[in-house]
């Protein structure tokens, strides 16, 4: 008697049967967890940095932190995003936000593994974060044409974080349909001279306010959420050259409609210079700002 050979795919358990190249749903997905890559600084301590991409087509999610969206070892959780929205760029990055938030393990566990783990659309997925694999250990230092990740300030004469896990704010305060406005400083670095390829010295900076904690379904209206470098430096006063040493003063103005703890984050990308690139995960500094929003 001669045995047939079932294919494959009929041997998968029912649950693993799933079909990866059907077009996703505007709704219903789930949003996914990355784990971007870690870096070990100076101190020996390990900076791991995560990002998310949000399968839908069109909704955008929130996943408040809680049984569905957690940290562990749990003294990590709550800095991660509870909102989630629905990107489609160029490239190599596609539907991913790379680089959202980090977390920094002190020199003595640096071998711990963190997780974070999201539930949505009938979904969970959990990914570790750990220093564990060359293939995605990344730097601080500097690019191939000496960029580095720009610096970031919420006051000229205050700290700086020039970094993906970034800083945060003092907390500020506003009400319902009261405009606030936020203020920071960013600035270009690297060390350029020593590369006689470059054409320029400084890179106008590309800045985004997004949303990165808040209740749901509640979405700050901001009123200058993105400049591009490229806009930038088509901007008297914001050439990326001129300034304080090269600092730039950045503003928008946000209005919240519901009451409730909000975080809202600021990138800063110097995307122009040509040794910088999203695919790359290269180079953006994150800064944070805390928001109360009373009735």
Same mark, same amino acid.
């Given at each position: 008697m001669g045995l047939v050979a079932a294919p494959l795919y009929a041997q998968l358990p029912e649950h693993l049967r799933d079909y990866p190249l059907a077009t996703r749903g505007a709704t219903g997905e789930s949003v996914a967890p990355f784990f971007n890559g870690?870096?070990?600084?100076? &101190?020996?301590?390990?900076?791991l940095i995560f990002g998310f991409a949000n399968q839908n087509r069109e909704a955008v999610t929130d996943i408040p932190v809680g049984p569905n969206n957690f940290i562990e070892p749990a003294k990590y959780d709550g800095v991660q995003p509870t909102h989630f929205p629905v990107y489609q760029r160029r490239g190599f990055v596609g539907i991913q936000e790379r680089g959202a938030f980090a977390i920094t393990v002190p020199a003595e566990e640096a071998d711990t593994e963190v997780v974070w783990t999201l539930t949505s659309g009938g979904q969970t997925w959990s990914v570790p974060g750990r220093a564990t694999s060359t293939s995605y250990e990344m730097s601080n230092g500097e690019r191939a044409l000496g960029s580095l990740k720009p610096a970031i300030r919420f006051d000229m004469n205050g700290p700086e974080a020039a970094n993906v896990q970034g800083m945060f704010a003092a907390p500020m305060e506003t009400? !319902?349909? &009261?405009?606030?406005?936020?203020?920071a400083y960013v600035q270009d670095r690297g060390n350029r001279q020593a590369y006689p390829e470059n054409k320029m010295m400084?890179?106008?900076?590309?800045?985004?306010?997004?949303?990165? +904690?808040?209740?749901?379904?509640?979405?700050?209206?901001?009123? !200058?959420?993105l400049i591009t470098g490229r806009e930038r430096a088509q901007q008297v006063g914001e050439s990326?050259?001129?300034?304080?040493?090269?600092?730039?003063? !950045?503003?928008?103005?946000?209005?919240f409609s519901e009451p409730g703890e909000y975080v809202v984050?600021?990138?800063? &990308?110097?995307? +122009?210079?040509? &040794?910088s690139k999203f695919d790359n995960v290269c180079c953006w500094s994150n800064a944070y700002i805390p928001v109360t929003v009373t009735p």
């Amino acid at each position: 008697m001669g045995l047939v050979a079932a294919p494959l795919y009929a041997q998968l358990p029912e649950h693993l049967r799933d079909y990866p190249l059907a077009t996703r749903g505007a709704t219903g997905e789930s949003v996914a967890p990355f784990f971007n890559g870690w870096i070990r600084n100076e &101190d020996r301590s390990i900076t791991l940095i995560f990002g998310f991409a949000n399968q839908n087509r069109e909704a955008v999610t929130d996943i408040p932190v809680g049984p569905n969206n957690f940290i562990e070892p749990a003294k990590y959780d709550g800095v991660q995003p509870t909102h989630f929205p629905v990107y489609q760029r160029r490239g190599f990055v596609g539907i991913q936000e790379r680089g959202a938030f980090a977390i920094t393990v002190p020199a003595e566990e640096a071998d711990t593994e963190v997780v974070w783990t999201l539930t949505s659309g009938g979904q969970t997925w959990s990914v570790p974060g750990r220093a564990t694999s060359t293939s995605y250990e990344m730097s601080n230092g500097e690019r191939a044409l000496g960029s580095l990740k720009p610096a970031i300030r919420f006051d000229m004469n205050g700290p700086e974080a020039a970094n993906v896990q970034g800083m945060f704010a003092a907390p500020m305060e506003t009400s !319902v349909g &009261d405009s606030i406005t936020f203020t920071a400083y960013v600035q270009d670095r690297g060390n350029r001279q020593a590369y006689p390829e470059n054409k320029m010295m400084l890179y106008p900076l590309g800045t985004e306010w997004v949303l990165h +904690q808040g209740p749901t379904g509640a979405v700050p209206e901001f009123s !200058v959420p993105l400049i591009t470098g490229r806009e930038r430096a088509q901007q008297v006063g914001e050439s990326g050259t001129s300034g304080n040493n090269g600092w730039e003063k !950045v503003t928008t103005q946000a209005t919240f409609s519901e009451p409730g703890e909000y975080v809202v984050r600021l990138r800063a &990308d110097n995307f +122009q210079a040509p &040794d910088s690139k999203f695919d790359n995960v290269c180079c953006w500094s994150n800064a944070y700002i805390p928001v109360t929003v009373t009735p």
